[in-house]
């Protein structure tokens, strides 16, 4: 067996499995069937391949390792085109149903507003061009202009506020509250739950295409986080479609644990820590939605440094996996961390972004 590259800096256990937090109630949706209903008409739309990495369950010592590949989402390279573009998609057939006559016009002088350290931004311009409305993306400093760049190639709007995504959050909620557009977070908090949780639920159809490519169930399911979005969808769907057998792990940058740290409080908190290079994980709080289902739903909370991020990184481009060490966090901690597994683990990762680390 390989050397492993370091040992996980947090494991911690969570004790409101299969109950959930007391104070949180608003769970993620477990139906991938109105997703896969709307996906359907979408020229786009392919599944995903599931990759089997028999040198992956070597170096982790188990029976099996799966990877579900999202690098090639869509022509988005994310797993997050299926999140924003799918709920302005919802708003576009809602627009045929009162009287637009087409589709590509139906969201016209309509726009949308989101905050972004990365590919949901990409997500919500691709969204809001198929349907002829716009999109306005608040970025903060710490992303980089290329990203921008991207961001105006899809046809958006970017715009620089504040030096931490926390704070463009702010800046993109007051542009929408003095009436220039829709916001469409990839979060949720008080008084702003419905629009994440419609974007957690077009995640779901990750889940649905991984119960149909597994001819039964894993054992182990790793999950990356920033917020919690992809995680809290791909665990609620974990449990309604294969119950309570699988292990579900929720891996954090050790700068960014929101979700461990509000387990470990008992409530959301928000989480200190310096900027990470994992950039589209470090999220200083979590999305309630997300929080409440994982509470639920997750066995552990484990957590990464930058380093082991890198590290990880290089040795899966090395093996045909190039990602971002957003991306690849989940795969890294389940291959290469010395997680403690029996021999017959089947274990299931998603590697949830392309290379380029913008």
């Known amino acids: 067996m390989e050397d492993k590259v370091l040992q996980p800096t947090v494991i911690r256990q969570n004790p409101y499995r299969g109950v959930g937090l007391p104070n949180l109630r608003g769970f993620p949706s477990d139906d991938a069937s109105p997703v896969k209903a709307l996906l359907e008409h979408c020229p786009a739309y392919a599944p995903t391949p599931l990759l089997v990495r028999d040198d992956l369950a070597k170096t982790a010592g188990t029976a ?83 990203f921008a760049d991207r961001l105006r190639a899809q046809g958006a709007e970017p ?116 900027v990470s290079i994992m950039g589209r994980l470090d999220c200083k709080t979590a999305s309630l939605v997300a929080l409440a289902g994982l509470a639920r739903d997750a066995d552990q909370f484990l957590t990464i440094s930058d380093g082991q991020a890198a590290s990880g990184v290089a040795r899966l481009t090395k093996a045909g996996l190039a990602s971002t060490p957003s991306g690849a966090a989940g795969v890294i901690a389940a291959a290469y961390l010395g997680y403690d597994f029996p021999p017959d683990a089947r274990v299931l990762c998603v590697l949830s972004e392309g290379p380029e680390d913008v």
């Open 159 to 274: 715009r620089r506020a504040g030096a931490i995504y926390e704070e463009s959050i702010a800046a993109a909620e007051a542009a929408a509250s003095a009436g220039e557009g829709t916001l469409l977070p990839d979060s949720t908090w008080e008084g702003e739950m419905t629009q994440g949780y419609l974007v957690m639920e077009g995640y779901l159809q990750i889940g649905a295409e991984m119960v149909e490519a597994m001819d039964s169930p894993p054992t182990h399911i790793f999950l990356q986080a920033g917020v919690g979005g992809m995680a809290g969808a791909l665990a609620a769907h974990a449990r309604a479609t294969w119950g309570q057998a699988p292990q579900i792990i929720v891996v954090e940058p050790d700068a960014a644990p929101a979700l461990q740290d509000a387990i470990a409080a008992g409530h959301v908190v928000d989480s200190k820590g310096p």
């Open 64 to 146: 099996a390792f799966f990877v579900k590949d999202e690098r090639g989402r869509m022509g988005l390279g994310s797993f997050k085109a299926l999140g924003a573009a799918y709920v302005i998609a919802r708003v576009a057939r809602a627009a045929m149903e009162n009287g637009a006559t087409d589709y590509s016009t139906a969201l016209t002088g309509r726009a949308f507003i989101a905050a972004s350290a990365g590919n949901h931004g990409l997500s919500v311009a691709a969204g809001a061009r198929v349907f002829g409305a716009r999109a306005i993306i608040y970025l903060s400093d710490t992303v980089p202009e290329a």
